[in-house]
């Protein structure tokens, strides 16, 4: 999997570890894929980590490779890294622009295209998952470079599944929203690790409003992503390829007059 930070896809590496997936940790700070494998297997699941820029085609090949020496082969690619620039387009520069577009665009394209050959070349018909965010799906303001990306990898996904599906490779997205830090803010403490988002965070955990808006009335947890992705990775999903699995707590379907603090819906 591609980026082991202590919220999203740690959450998702948790949870696929406890399938039994084998979880090659990487990520561009060296402490997130180190801690990540280290907890998975304190958790008695098979991990190791591996620092890797996405960005780098020769970093990108190397993991995919060590991942063969280690474990035989990749069946499942999670795509996930991403970088955080909190910019809209008045004040962003196009140098921020960039950097956000080609870690998660460019990122999920060597991925893909590099597991997606060794795929091929073993005869493994494997499973690919982008993370997206609701984020890619409506606008958000101050933010243009991350839901860029995340919208562009929505048809990436759906355009990697038509070329791969001859291959019997399934190519799926899995769409979060605004999560609840709760679990990711425990797991970096846990780590002895510093997370970005977890000032933020803070501030936000003990206040419902960032709920009010999911009509299912709180937001997901990683915990929740990880059943999600356990099922697009297993036979289970055996028929479904292109596909976007929202876990959003229905962010997504609400209607624009939906009003949760009416007494009627207007």
């Given at each position: 999997?591609?980026?082991?930070?202590?919220?999203?896809?740690?959450?998702?590496?948790?949870?696929?570890?406890?399938?039994?997936a084998?979880?090659?940790?990487?990520?561009?700070?060296?402490?997130?894929?180190?801690?990540?494998?280290?907890?998975?297997?304190n958790?008695?699941?098979?991990?190791?980590?591996?620092?890797?820029?996405?960005?780098?085609?020769?970093?990108?090949?190397?993991?995919?490779?060590?991942?063969?020496?280690?474990?035989?082969?990749?069946?499942?690619?999670?795509?996930?890294?991403?970088?955080?620039?909190?910019?809209?387009?008045?004040?962003?520069?196009?140098?921020?622009f960039?950097?956000?577009?080609?870690?998660?665009?460019?990122?999920?394209?060597?991925?893909?295209?590099?597991?997606?050959?060794?795929?091929?070349?073993?005869?493994?018909k494997?499973?690919?998952?982008?993370?997206?965010?609701?984020?890619?799906?409506?606008?958000?303001?101050?933010?243009i470079?991350?839901?860029?990306?995340?919208?562009?990898?929505?048809?990436?996904?759906?355009?990697?599944?038509?070329?791969?599906?001859?291959?019997?490779?399934?190519?799926?997205?899995?769409?979060?929203?605004?999560?609840?830090?709760?679990?990711?803010?425990?797991?970096?403490?846990?780590?002895?690790?510093?997370?970005?988002?977890?000032?933020?965070?803070?501030?936000?955990?003990?206040?419902?409003?960032?709920?009010?808006?999911?009509?299912?009335?709180?937001?997901?947890s990683?915990?929740h992503?990880?059943?999600?992705?356990?099922?697009?990775?297993?036979?289970?999903?055996?028929?479904?390829?292109?596909f976007?699995?929202?876990?959003?707590?229905?962010?997504?379907?609400?209607?624009w007059?939906?009003?949760?603090?009416?007494?009627?819906?207007?």
């Amino acid at each position: 999997m591609t980026g082991s930070s202590p919220n999203i896809n740690a959450g998702i590496a948790y949870g696929l570890a406890d399938e039994g997936a084998k979880i090659v940790c990487t990520d561009i700070q060296p402490d997130y894929a180190g801690r990540c494998a280290e907890f998975i297997r304190n958790r008695g699941g098979q991990a190791i980590g591996l620092t890797c820029d996405v960005t780098k085609e020769d970093q990108v090949q190397a993991a995919v490779q060590r991942a063969r020496a280690e474990y035989g082969g990749v069946d499942v690619l999670l795509n996930g890294a991403v970088v955080q620039i909190r910019k809209g387009v008045l004040n962003m520069s196009v140098e921020e622009f960039r950097r956000q577009i080609d870690v998660s665009l460019a990122g999920a394209f060597l991925f893909t295209k590099h597991v997606a050959q060794l795929m091929i070349e073993q005869g493994r018909k494997g499973s690919i998952i982008t993370i997206i965010s609701t984020e890619g799906h409506q606008g958000n303001p101050g933010n243009i470079g991350y839901g860029t990306a995340k919208g562009g990898l929505l048809n990436f996904t759906r355009s990697a599944a038509m070329e791969l599906a001859e291959y019997g490779i399934r190519v799926n997205s899995l769409t979060p929203t605004g999560t609840d830090p709760t679990e990711g803010m425990a797991r970096a403490a846990e780590w002895g690790v510093g997370w970005q988002q977890a000032q933020t965070s803070e501030r936000r955990a003990g206040f419902s409003e960032g709920d009010v808006g999911v009509p299912l009335g709180k937001r997901p947890s990683p915990r929740h992503y990880a059943r999600a992705a356990v099922f697009l990775a297993s036979d289970d999903a055996e028929m479904i390829t292109g596909f976007d699995l929202r876990v959003d707590g229905g962010t997504i379907a609400r209607y624009w007059r939906w009003n949760p603090g009416a007494s009627t819906i207007a």
